[in-house]
C-alpha cells in the first residue's frame, strides 16, 4: 500500500490561517470517512488532532478543523500560534482492512 | 488516566528478532471498542503502520511487513507484544505501541512515548 500523499512543508505567519492536504485514492480516503490527523512535536509521540474526517477530541482547540473531498482529506488550522509548529500526519482506514498514513508536512511558523 | 509504555530491548543485531511489549495501565485492555497497535518512526522520517490486535486475538498487519510481522497479546498481564524477525538497518526506528479505536472511525487516541530501537552488529 501507498503513503497517503501531504506536502512536505507549509508555512505562515502568527494569526494566518494554513491547510494541509493530504491525497489518497479510491481505497482509503475516496471510499471511508476514516480520515484522522495528527500533531507532533520533536521527539514526542503522535497527538490525535481530528477523526472521522472532522470531528475534534474534546481537548483539541476549534482552531483545528478538517474536511474531505473525494480522495483528498485537509487540515486547516486558523489563528497561527507558535506552538502550533510541529509535524502533522494525516491517516485513513483501506479497503483491505488495514491502516495508512501520509508522508508528514512540517508546519513552519514564521 | 490510560498508559501505555513500551519496552524491550533497544540494539537488535541484522537477521535477529526484534522482541517489544506493549503495557496498559488505567484502562481495560479487552473492551470490543479498541484494538491495539504498534506505529514506527525511522530516524528523520514518517509514521508507518505495522499492525493491529483486537480484543479477541484477530490482527491486521502491513502487507510490507506482513512476512516478519507478529502481535501477541496478553490480557491477564494487560500487554500485547510486537515481534519482527529477520531485521536490518531498514526496520530502526522508534517504536511506537497506541490504542485504537474502531468504533468511531479507526484512529489511534492513546500512544506511548516510543522506543528507539536500533539495528546494529
Known amino acids: 500500500q501507498s503513503a497517503l500523499t501531504q506536502p512536505a512543508s507549509v508555512s505562515g505567519s502568527p494569526g494566518q490561517s494554513i491547510t494541509i492536504s493530504c491525497t489518497g485514492t479510491?481505497?482509503?480516503?475516496?471510499?471511508?470517512?476514516?480520515v484522522s490527523w495528527y500533531k507532533q512535536h520533536p521527539g514526542k509521540a503522535p497527538k490525535l488532532l481530528i477523526y472521522?474526517?472532522?470531528n475534534r477530541p474534546s481537548e483539541i482547540s476549534d482552531r483545528f478543523s478538517g474536511s474531505k473531498s473525494a480522495n483528498t482529506a485537509s487540515l486547516t488550522i486558523s489563528g497561527l500560534q507558535a506552538e502550533d509548529e510541529a509535524d502533522y500526519y494525516c491517516?485513513?482506514?483501506?479497503?483491505?482492512?488495514?491502516?495508512?498514513f501520509g508522508g508528514g508536512t512540517k508546519l513552519t511558523v514564521l | 488516566q490510560l498508559q501505555l509504555q513500551e519496552s524491550g530491548l533497544g540494539l537488535v543485531k541484522p537477521s535477529e528478532t526484534l522482541s517489544l511489549t506493549c503495557t496498559v495501565s488505567?484502562?481495560?485492555?479487552?473492551?470490543?471498542?479498541?484494538?491495539w497497535g504498534w506505529i514506527r518512526q525511522p530516524p528523520g522520517k514518517g509514521l508507518e503502520w505495522i499492525g493491529t490486535?483486537?480484543?479477541?486475538?484477530?490482527?491486521h498487519y502491513n502487507p510490507s511487513l506482513k512476512s516478519r510481522v507478529t502481535i501477541s497479546e496478553d490480557t491477564p498481564k494487560k500487554q500485547f507484544s510486537l515481534n519482527l524477525r529477520s531485521v536490518t538497518g531498514a526496520d530502526t526506528a522508534v517504536y511506537f505501541c497506541?490504542?485504537?479505536?474502531?468504533?468511531?472511525?479507526?484512529?489511534?487516541?492513546?500512544w506511548g512515548q516510543g522506543a528507539l530501537v536500533t539495528v546494529s552488529s
Open positions: 497506541a490504542r485504537h479505536n474502531v468504533v468511531s472511525g479507526y484512529y489511534f487516541d492513546a
Open positions: 488505567g484502562g481495560s485492555i479487552t473492551s470490543s471498542e479498541y484494538s
Open positions: 490486535i483486537s480484543y479477541s486475538g484477530r490482527t
Open positions: 479510491s481505497s482509503d480516503i475516496g471510499v471511508y470517512d476514516y
Open positions: 472521522e474526517v472532522s
Open positions: 491517516s485513513s482506514f483501506t479497503t483491505t482492512n488495514t491502516l495508512v
